[in-house]
């Protein structure tokens, strides 16, 4: 059948094709994350223009390409033409069919195939063409029925006046500091055990071992520990926290213009703003200007888009391959950035770019500007509020901060991945193994949110305004960690980690801790902030004042996810905390964080921690066997970094076909017995086992790692002969995450000759001492002498070689010219240069080797070193002396790239 005679007419089937494969998808992917859209700050003009793009401009540049190729030559327009039908075609089906459990080759080839019968029946049934023309009409209503969707139309609600407290007290308003953590259940915190000066109305109190600051603000504020949230989602929880309103028969949007009262617009007149949101939009871009890349349309465009494009990777691509995908599982924006690791610095802290995951950088800028405000010769107090995403999962950190795991998925280890198989949202595996690793990860990352709130409270009592200071600690819901259910979403078996959460309140000029027994709920933290800053609401609130003649509640209302609101008696809430509270310090013990690592996830005794791999006893007749080990490698041969502690094992058993498999294994680091780990029984990690140790049992070079099988007999256990173990990258089933990232520079490979540039790509370099803590691509010196490991997989051979470093130099055109730098590698004479350039420029160090070497120490001095500040070019008040972005190793002669 010959193609229609009007160019405008046979532009409509691509047009329509286009709209139905991208736009309707980024629609239905909006409409039901409204949370994605508040938390890159669009507003009411970029929500039109977003309406455009997707309405008009994406399906028209498919039609304007074929509309060029086809002014060019009618043959190639018309294969232009059937390529997009293929295409557009084999995008809607893979949007229906991705997630079938079929060969990813295969649900690719049907879709594929659908295309092309769309295409044949296009030119051989008239009534399709017909069709598709006609179907453009459709697309006008997709349009209204997206912009009309009571989740996506509050984003084009007009600014209203803003609605403010009435002040009702003539004395100063009180700085307001409020951190709001995030899935921190009150269970992770507390301890059974007596506490000197506790609470025996209570039972429990907060573990001083574990959380010591958390538990030093509470022996000056008012705890609530019957606490609990409203709802157990970001979305809903943080609008009812910050407004005081229980949603009113609608999904709430967690946005200023949905929720137009709340804790920011009451307090707008008399209050300076610092807030840190993650998901929502609360506070009017008016009143709290953003940091970061959101302050500019362009910044906001540019993530959107690129986060709008990694989200439809995940509706096309088959589920078995979306594993290589970026994750977008555990945050609402900037999914591309993976290393969670960013250059902070005073001088550069209005001009960084917001870094959406690594949750200490961005808590530390929230400190760095509330300082500024306090510091500030300003009448107003400051408001002060984060939303912090920690402990918040993937779980990375250790209390310290430290990373721990080179490589590690991006979700929580035992939480199903196949959606497929998912009754409810976060569900996990019915593994108890895989529940108690995961649990363990969730409480040494709450340590750090510990150790972050301490560094916040320090600065309070530094700056003086402690004292006089109001200061709220809570979270938005809980998580948790019991085998088949979801670890977020609140179902019968998991209401005391869903629903109850912590609440700190400390008044101004109060000395002394109190603890309440009253039935508090978020809704009630924004009428107590008014009542002890001294205003008034100029409405009523579904909330109470905790101070005043609060109502105790009968019962606990929380609003479940995609369900109507479940409520249960405040009464039977109460003894669930306590019996959920017990069974986890039965098994986990209520002493520091050494309890912590692995050692009694097979009821072994505690007492092993640190004690010689002797105290187990051998086993005769215990068969030998092998264990495949990820990055082994790094294990024996560990050089310490700035921000990475190597805690973390994991391997899967290589005899899995064999009928003998131990009951777990015991790993041992320098013949101490490090920690113990079950088999794990998940689909793709069946026969894996992995534990995190106490990282103090390494040491910096040579490390001795071996790893035995348990046998257990009666109540006793004992060991087999040590394994043979196999270095791999990685072991079937994990998704790979470059940890390595977290701690250096993305940086070229080092070479040796042309022939090995492909075999030595894995070589893994260190940063030690002397460096700052990275951006994705370079790191600066930041002390007089720096020191860097140069550690190869493939021992270098006896010879010449240089040392080639791109780098440049901090200079200043009249205070500092250039910099000398003096290079020594191993414990090779001193090479002394001078750099002045301020690009990247490649300075070769020439050296000899003696004797094979697999890892080189490369030490800078540089006596010259000067901050910005110094040089009177920023704030940063570092020596920084030279920037790095690459190196390698080269045969003396070799000027390979």
Known sequence: MAAPASVDVRALPLFVLASLAITLPIYNVLKSNPAFIAAHQFDRLDMTLLVFVLALLLPGLAVLIWLLVQRLSARAGRGVFNAQIVLWVALLVLNEISAWSMHPVTVVLVSLFLGLVVVILYWRWSMLSVFLKWYAWVLPVMMVLFVSNDSVHPFFKPTDAPVTAVRIDQDAAPPIIMVIFDELPLISLVTDEPVEGGTDEVGFAINLKRFPNLAALAETANWYPWHSTNADSTSVAIPALLSGQLPEGKATIPTWQDVPVNLYTLLAEDYRMNVFENGTHLCPTTLCESRSVLSTRKGRWTLMLDDIWISLQHLWVPAKWRSALISIDNRWLGFRDPTGVAEVTSGAFEKANYNFSDRGVVFRRFIEQARMLWQADDPKPSLSVIHSMLPHAPYKRLPDGMFYSLKEPNRVFGTLSDKTQMSVIHQMYNDNQAMLLARQQHLLQTGFADALLGELIAELRAEGIFDRSLIVVTADHGAAFKPGLSRRQIQDGNQAEIASTLLLIKRPGQQRGEVSQLSSQSVDILPSILELSGYQSPREMSGQSLLGDFKQRAEVNIQASGSQPTHFPFSGFKATVRQTLAEYSARDGNDSFDALYGLNRLEAPVEWAGQSIDVISSEEGVSESRLRIAQLDSLRRWAPANEFRLSMIYGEW????????????????????????????????????????????????????????????????????????????????????????????????????????????????????????????????????????????????????????????????????????????????????????????????????????????????????????????????????????????????????
Not at 783 to 804: E, F
Not at 811 to 828: K, N
């Open 654 to 897: 290589d005899d899995a076909s064999s009928a003998e498999a131990p009951e777990g294994v015991v790993v041992a680091i320098n013949d101490r017995v490090a920690c113990l780990s079950r088999w794990f029984d998940i689909q793709g990690f069946e026969s894996q086992f992995r534990c995190v140790f106490d990282y103090q049992l390494m040491q910096a070079g040579d490390n001795d790692i071996q790893v035995y099988p348990l046998v257990r007999q009666a109540q006793s256990w004992s060991r087999g002969p040590a394994m043979t173990l196999e270095h791999v990258d990685d072991v079937h089933g994990v998704q790979a995450h470059p940890f390595v990232v977290m701690w250096q520079p993305r940086l070229q490979p080092q070479t040796v000759s042309e022939d090995q540039r492909s075999t030595d790509s894995g070589l893994v370099d260190h940063f030690m001492e002397g460096w700052s803590t990275g951006k994705s691509s370079i790191r600066w010196t930041v002390q007089a002498t720096a020191t860097l490991i140069h550690a190869s997989r493939n021992p270098l051979p006896v010879g010449k070689y240089q040392l080639v470093l791109r780098a440049k130099a901090l200079t200043h055109p009249t205070m500092l010219a250039e910099q000398r730098i003096r290079v020594r590698i191993d414990d090779q004479a001193w090479v002394e240069m001078i750099w002045s350039e301020t690009e990247f420029t490649e300075y070769p160090v020439a050296f000899t080797i003696s004797e094979p070497q697999d890892q080189l120490m490369i030490q800078f001095e540089l006596p010259d070193a000067a901050s910005p500040k110094e040089m009177d070019i920023g704030n940063d008040v570092r020596p920084l002396g030279v920037a790095l972005y690459s190196w390698r190793i080269d045969p003396a002669g070799d000027e390979g790239g």
